[in-house]
């Protein structure tokens, strides 16, 4: 782990502070699970975004699609 400084807000600092005494927890323990459910959050926007980028592609590309007909078939090697 690695200390940062970060600038907060007094309402924010004491709402975050209120938030980590209310659940018996530290201040740095849930400001870490904060920012790591919003950087999860902005992965999962980020894929999202390029799934949808690339759906046109997928849908008229006959090359991206030539093996889902073997989709559900048994493979044998």
Do not use: C, P
């Amino acid at each position: 782990m690695e200390r940062t400084q970060i600038m907060l807000e007094e309402e924010q600092k004491q709402i975050l502070k209120n938030i980590s005494e209310k659940e018996n927890r530290s201040f740095s323990e849930l400001v870490r699970e904060m920012l790591n459910k919003q950087i999860e959050q902005h992965q999962k926007s980020q894929l999202a975004d390029a799934a949808k980028a690339l759906l046109a592609d997928y849908e008229t590309d006959a090359e991206l699609t030539a093996f889902t007909s073997l989709d559900g078939e048994d493979f044998h090697a």
